[in-house]
């Protein structure tokens, strides 16, 4: 019994492990009038215990979001409007891969080992649609871009949950990177 | 309404309070129990639940502490009934925390190896076989497959652009496939064909696949679709070596038959099932542990937080209780508790109230008894002390139990300071208590009922009489008797009888005997006279010489008889202010010469105070005196006579201390007893009047006159006059 105890304080003292995602650069482009497609270029890798539990079969949600809003001083900046893309990653046992499925579009990509999983991931998770109405934005105001990615916490199974919401394990909150709209 | 007040005041709204948090802890944790199954709960509550549960660990931990250290403090500082909260709190915490730790002990141990016997080596065993039997099988299909796929491929080499399509279509229906696509350099679709049209666009193999592929070596992959199903993807490139960019290339994609399909995939799945169960059984029971952990703090928290309030609560009326004691042992019976209860301790404390009550009543009606009493006694000491009559009461075992000022003026000792003492136990600071028990001390011991007697005691300036009358009370309220016994000096009293009666002889003596002298002597000159004229010879000298003895014998009795005068009617005091001093210089000049038996030696103080004093008087009185005491010490070769005088201040104020001392014999005893009664002297010459008529003279002066016989020989006088209210007077001198 000393030793749980010691373990469950262990668990609670212990720095977290975090997901090393970076996001190298972010730009976007304009696809119609009302659509504005994002691209993120992103590093990613997992750390151990989620490479240890994406092993044991643990299904892993990833969410990429953006969001187009304004500065209003010190009230906060207002989002304009917002999207966001989910890409889940699990090891197919059957194949022996990994498979990265687009949970929009619902299309599946498998990749034999996790480092190709990651970059497919990354391309995945790097193309987000935001759709707007241009005559919204107003001539001569400053629009900022903003994205991050982050492990979608509730997709975890239970027990993770409780590391993720106790611990802040698997780094789930990755900063927002900040552009402006051209 | 007042009972519906009172009912309201009295209900138990902390324990209610108490119960409330209680249920909503209970509440919460259930919540919280189930949101730690349900993932969509779980988002939205835990983390408030767990806040909630967290502010009220922290709130009840900080009650606890403060409760507990003042506990502490007033357990160290003696607060009455701060013991036997602590030995509660912790007799609750004990019952608390022993079945709460002996039910976490099991339930952990439970848990643990309730968890872990889930989970079984032979069935992941066997799982793992399966998915491996699984993979075989799938792996037979893909090899067969791809054995196929080649051929066709290899068929397809010469064959024209413009025939593929039917060559495929011919194909894909001979194999069953879902789609066959035949690439050609650059990714280029040759042909394409395809079960469903409409569903399936053509897509060329993926670029990862390319990456993948070796000349001469098909890719095979199986796939999981979206809809469950499996399907194998094989591509496969011609038989010549050339890069695969630059081949054609056959991707086809076969689907793998639904029975295979579903058995493989619920295979599958449940081995991913069980390997997630057993990769997240740590995690499992640590969320567990967690949870039963906070449950068990809060519960113990608040069960030690309710015993803290429970004890407080039963304590209390116990707590009352020992302060109305204490209050009652000080003294302070007005002490009443407040009754807030009806069970046993209500009970008690309802007892208490009365018992005060009762005790305050007694205490009243004591107070009142003693009030009495000592207004008795204060009245009975009030009546005892203006008594001219000395009293004393002596107990059963003649021991002194109650005397007045008179009598311990009378006998000349503080008999108040001799309480509770046997008359044997006075020594010789007290002679007249002594000779006063001597005397009395018959009838004492055979207790007369009642008896009276004239008691003479001997003081050193003479005896006192005292008229002493005693009563014995065998039961006046105790057990051993009282003798009661009541006296009185009479000596002044007899003393002013007897000068009374002296004054009367001497007043009848002076009107018998002097009327009758003047014509006796008058006669006797005038038989002088004629018989004189008649007579020779040896008759006219009888004659002569009788008469003349005649004349002398009548001056002589008139001398007696203005003695006598003088001492029965005293001439009006004419008081003024005197320097004594100055009054005893003028007088012991006139002894200052030839022809005295004695020399007279004035020793006289610095300064004394001065005296309202008949001057003539006075000088009388030291005629007397000097006279006196050189008679004393006539013959003697030494003889003197000291006249001395001093201040004196004491308890009966302030006073001029005059002593006439001489060196002569002494006065006998028995004389010195009556030594100012009129008629008494020793000499064959003397009146007897001298001295009565120089205490005559002090007393007319408000003073007091002594005599006693000097240790070192020769008598002294001792007369101490009172001194007026003024400034001393007189310098001092030895004046022979």
Request: charged content about 25%.
């Amino acid at each position: 019994m000393r030793i749980w105890l010691c373990g469950l304080l262990a668990l609670l003292l212990l720095p977290s492990a975090t997901m090393a995602a970076e996001i190298r650069h972010a730009d976007h482009i304009w696809q119609d009038e009302n659509h504005l497609l994002v691209r993120l270029y992103l590093d990613m890798s997992l750390p151990d215990v989620l490479v240890e539990a994406l092993a044991n079969g643990v299904v892993v949600n990833f969410r990429s979001e953006v969001r187009l809003g304004y500065a209003r001083g010190i009230l906060g900046e207002r989002t304009l409007t917002a999207a966001d893309k989910g890409v889940r990653l699990e090891y197919y046992a059957l194949s022996r891969h990994y498979v990265v499925t687009d949970l929009e579009l619902e299309r599946m990509d498998l990749a034999p080992t996790l480092g190709d999983a990651l970059e497919m991931l990354a391309r995945r998770l790097g193309r987000v649609v935001l759709e707007m109405d241009p005559d919204a934005l107003r001539p001569g105001l400053e629009y900022t871009l903003a994205t991050r990615v982050q492990l979608d916490h509730s997709a975890l199974p239970l027990p993770l949950q409780w590391d993720a919401r106790l611990r802040g394990a698997y780094g789930t909150q990755l900063g927002w990177h900040r552009w402006s709209l051209q | 309404m007042a009972s519906v007040v009172f009912a309201v005041r009295r209900f138990p709204w902390g324990l209610l309070g108490m119960a409330a948090l209680f249920l909503l802890l209970l509440a919460s944790l259930a919540v919280m129990g189930d949101a730690a199954q349900n993932s969509d709960r779980f988002e939205q509550m835990f983390l408030w639940l767990l806040a909630f549960h967290g502010l009220v660990l922290v709130v009840l931990g900080t009650l606890i502490i403060y409760q507990l250290s003042r506990l502490v403090v007033q357990n160290r500082d003696g607060v009455p009934g701060s013991r036997l909260t602590l030995r509660l709190v912790l007799g609750f915490m004990l019952v608390a925390v022993l079945p709460a730790t002996v039910v976490y002990y099991f339930s952990f141990k439970f848990l643990n190896e309730g968890v872990d016997s889930w989970f079984d080596v032979r069935v992941d065993g066997a799982l793992e076989d399966a998915l491996e039997l699984s993979r075989s099988s799938l792996d037979l299909r893909v090899r067969q497959l791809s054995r196929e796929t080649q051929q066709i491929m290899r068929q397809l080499e010469d064959v024209s652009e413009a025939l593929v399509p039917l060559a495929l279509n011919d194909v894909r229906a001979q194999l069953d496939a879902q789609e066959l696509t035949l690439v050609g350099a650059n990714n280029r679709i040759i042909a394409s064909s395809t079960d469903s049209p409409i569903r399936r666009l053509p897509s060329p193999p993926g670029a990862d696949i390319l990456l993948r592929m070796s000349p001469g070596q098909p890719f095979t992959r199986l796939e999981p679709q979206p809809d469950g199903s499996l399907v194998i993807r094989v591509v496969a490139t011609g038989g010549d070596r050339r890069p695969v960019a630059d081949s054609r290339i056959l991707q086809g994609v076969y689907p793998v038959d639904p029975r295979m399909s579903a058995l493989a995939v619920r295979v599958q799945d449940a081995f991913v099932d069980y390997r997630e169960f057993a990769y997240l059984r740590g995690p499992i029971k640590q969320g567990f542990i967690f949870t039963m952990s906070l449950a068990l703090a809060i519960s113990l928290m608040a069960a030690l937080w309710a015993g803290l309030l429970v004890a407080r609560r039963l304590v209390r009326p116990v707590t009352d209780l020992a302060e109305g004691t204490r209050l009652v042992a000080s003294g302070d019976y007005s002490t009443r508790l407040a009754v807030s209860r009806d069970d046993e301790l209500g009970f008690l404390v309802r007892s208490f109230n009365a018992m005060t009550r009762t005790l305050s009543a007694a205490r009243q009606e004591a107070e009142r008894s003693r009030r009495l009493l000592d207004a008795e006694r204060a009245y009975l000491e009030s009546v005892l002390q203006h008594l001219r009559s000395g009293v004393l009461a002596l107990d059963g075992s003649l021991r002194l139990r109650t005397a007045n000022d008179a009598a311990c003026q009378i006998l000349g000792c503080d008999l108040r300071a001799g309480h509770n003492r046997f008359p044997s136990e006075f020594d010789e600071d007290c002679p007249l208590v002594v000779q006063f028990f001597d005397a009395i001390g018959d009838a004492l011991t055979q207790r007369e009922k009642e008896w009276s007697r004239e008691v003479v005691v001997f003081t050193r300036t003479g005896r006192k009489v005292l008229m002493t009358r005693a009563v014995w009370l065998p039961n006046p309220g105790n057990n051993r008797g009282l003798h009661a016994i009541v006296f009185d000096d009479m000596t002044e009293f007899l003393r002013a009888q007897r000068d009374a009666a002296w004054g009367e002889v001497a007043r009848r003596l002076a009107h018998e005997i002097k009327n009758p002298l003047t014509p006796i002597q008058l006669s006797a000159e005038r038989l002088s006279r004629r018989l004189g004229k008649t007579l020779e010879g040896a008759d006219r000298e009888m004659l002569d010489r009788a008469t003349q003895t005649i004349v002398q014998q009548v001056e002589a009795m008139k001398t007696l008889v203005n003695a006598f005068r003088d001492y029965a009617q005293a001439p009006r005091l004419a008081l003024v202010p005197l320097d004594l001093n100055g009054l005893l210089r003028d007088v012991c000049e006139l002894y200052d010469g030839e022809g005295q038996p004695a020399r007279v030696v004035l020793d006289l103080a610095a300064r004394v105070p001065t005296i309202r004093a008949d001057a003539g008087r006075l000088r009388q009185l030291m005629h007397n005196l000097i006279k006196n005491a050189l008679e004393a010490v006539q013959g003697r070769p030494d003889g003197e006579v000291r006249v001395s005088t001093r201040s004196l201040e004491d308890d009966q104020g302030r006073r001029v201390e005059l002593r006439v001392a001489d060196n002569g014999p002494g006065i006998r005893q028995d004389f010195l007893e009556r030594i100012f009664e009129p008629y008494t002297t020793d000499k064959p010459r003397g009146t007897g009047l001298g001295l009565a008529v120089a205490q005559k003279i002090v007393e007319e002066h408000g003073g007091i006159i002594e005599c006693h016989n000097q240790p070192a020989g020769g008598a002294v006088f001792v007369i101490r006059i009172p001194a007026s209210h003024g400034a001393e007077t007189g310098v001092g001198e030895e004046h022979a």
